[in-house]
C-alpha cells in the first residue's frame, strides 16, 4: 500500500474511506488547531496559491426548498491537495429526523490527479464554517472589548458548532440568546447550551428584535431564502454580526454596515444579501474588503455602525480540513484502504 500524502513517492495509487465516527473523533476538542489550520488556509488563499472555482449548484423542479452543492476547489502550501465537497441541503430533513444537510468530500493527489479519500463531510463542512466564524468573531474584535452577550439567530446544527467553536478559543459569554421560528429547535438549542455549562443566562427570546437588541454578537443560522430582519433601527447598538447563512438581511442593513466576505466574487451571487445590495446599488462600494484582507493588513473598525461579514464558504476550507483529517486518521494507522480500488492500472492489460 502506498500512503498518498504529498511527499510520498507513486506506485499504485490507493483509495481510502472515512467514515463519520472517525471524522468527528479526530476533530473533537481540536478547536485552536483547526482555527488555525483555516487562519493559514485563508492566506493561501488570499496569496493566489489556490484555485477556488464558483460553486455548482444543481435544484429540482419538484424540490424547491433542496440543493447539491459541488465545491471543487485546490490549495497549495503544504497542504497541497484538490479535490470537491458535494453537499446537499434538504430542509425537510429535520422534520424526517435527519439533518438538513449531507455531504462527502473527496481528496484528489496534486500529482496524479487520482482521488484518494471519500470521507464523510457534514462533520467536515461544519466545523470549518465555525471555524471561520470563530476566527472572524476573533479577529474583528482585536483591540476592542471582546462582546460579551452572544444572540444565535437560527439554532440547529451549524449554531450548535459555532458556539463550540467560539467556547473551544476562549470565548465566554454573560448572556447566549437565541431565536428560531421551531419551539422544537429553540428547547434543543437551550437543551445543549445547559448541557455544556455555556453561560450564567441563557434566554429563548419571543422575537427577532429582543435577540437582536439584546446581543453584540449575532449569529445568523437560519434557512432564509430571502430577507425577513429588514428593520435597520434594531442594530442601532452597532453589533457585530456573523451572517453565516447569507440571506436574512435586508440589503439596507448591509448598506448602512461594515461588510467583510471571505471571497467577493463567491459571495457576490445566488442571492445572498450583500449581492441583493449590489443588485440596488450597482456597484460594490459597501463592501469594505476580504477577511484576508483584514488579517494581512488590520485597520480599525467604525464602531458607529454594525460590522456584518458574510462568508459564502469556500471548498478550500473543506479541503484543508479534511486533509487534516485523512493525515491524522493515516498517523492513528486506522486508514480503511478499499483495496484493489484502482484496478485497471496496466495500459495494455
Ligand atoms: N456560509 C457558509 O459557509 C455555510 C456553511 C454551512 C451552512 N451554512 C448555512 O447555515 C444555515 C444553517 O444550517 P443548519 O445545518 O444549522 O440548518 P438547520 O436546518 O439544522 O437549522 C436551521 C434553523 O433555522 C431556523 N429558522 C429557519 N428560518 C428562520 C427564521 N426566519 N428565523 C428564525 N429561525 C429560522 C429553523 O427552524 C432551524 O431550527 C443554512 O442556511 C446553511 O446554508 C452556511
Not at 471524522?23 to 493561501?44: F, H, M, N, P
Not at 429540482?60 to 497541497?80: E, H, M, Y
Not at 460594490?284 to 485597520?299: I, S
Not at 462568508?311 to 480503511?336: I, Q
Request: glycine fraction near 8%; aromatic fraction near 10%; proline fraction near 5%.
Amino acid at each position: 500500500m502506498t500512503s498518498n500524502s504529498s511527499n510520498s513517492s507513486k506506485t499504485t495509487p490507493t483509495f481510502a474511506v472515512i467514515p463519520g465516527g472517525q471524522v468527528q473523533q479526530t476533530l473533537q476538542g481540536r478547536e485552536k488547531q483547526i482555527v488555525e489550520l483555516c487562519e493559514a488556509t485563508y492566506r493561501l488563499h488570499s496569496a493566489g496559491d489556490s484555485v477556488n472555482p464558483p460553486s455548482y449548484f444543481l435544484r429540482f423542479p419538484d424540490l424547491p426548498t433542496s440543493r447539491i452543492i459541488a465545491l471543487p476547489a485546490s490549495i497549495g502550501g503544504d497542504i497541497k491537495v484538490d479535490g470537491i465537497k458535494w453537499i446537499s441541503s434538504f430542509p425537510e430533513n429535520v422534520a424526517r429526523g435527519l439533518p438538513r444537510a449531507s455531504a462527502v468530500l473527496i481528496l484528489n493527489d496534486h500529482d496524479t490527479g487520482y482521488p484518494f479519500a471519500c470521507m464523510e463531510s457534514s462533520i467536515i463542512s461544519a466545523t470549518r464554517t465555525a471555524a471561520m466564524a470563530a476566527m472572524a468573531a476573533d479577529w474583528f474584535s482585536r483591540g476592542r472589548q471582546r462582546p460579551k452577550r452572544v444572540g444565535f439567530f437560527g439554532v440547529g446544527l451549524i449554531a450548535r458548532y459555532i458556539h463550540t467553536f467560539l467556547a473551544g478559543t476562549d470565548w465566554s459569554f454573560d448572556e447566549i440568546g437565541l431565536f428560531d421560528l421551531s419551539a422544537a429547535s429553540a428547547a434543543g438549542y437551550q437543551g445543549y447550551l445547559e448541557r455544556s455549562g455555556a453561560a450564567n443566562k441563557i434566554t429563548v427570546h419571543e422575537s427577532a428584535e429582543q435577540l437582536i437588541r439584546s446581543s453584540d454578537l449575532i449569529v445568523f443560522a437560519t434557512i432564509a431564502g430571502e430577507p425577513h430582519v429588514q428593520d435597520l433601527s434594531w442594530f442601532k447598538h452597532n453589533p457585530m454580526v456573523l451572517h453565516v447563512s447569507l440571506r436574512d438581511l435586508s440589503p439596507e442593513i448591509i448598506l448602512a454596515s461594515t461588510n467583510y466576505v471571505d471571497d467577493v466574487e463567491h459571495c457576490l451571487k445566488a442571492n445572498t444579501s450583500p449581492h441583493l445590495a449590489e443588485q440596488l446599488t450597482g456597484n460594490r462600494d459597501f463592501l469594505q474588503g476580504t477577511l484576508g484582507d483584514f488579517m494581512a493588513k488590520p485597520v480599525t473598525v467604525p464602531t458607529d455602525r454594525p460590522l456584518i461579514y458574510s462568508p459564502f464558504g469556500l471548498g478550500v476550507l473543506d479541503l484543508a480540513v479534511g486533509k487534516y483529517v485523512y493525515d491524522e486518521v493515516t498517523r492513528a494507522g486506522e486508514l480503511n484502504v478499499i483495496e484493489d480500488f484502482f484496478h485497471e492500472l496496466k495500459r495494455y492489460g
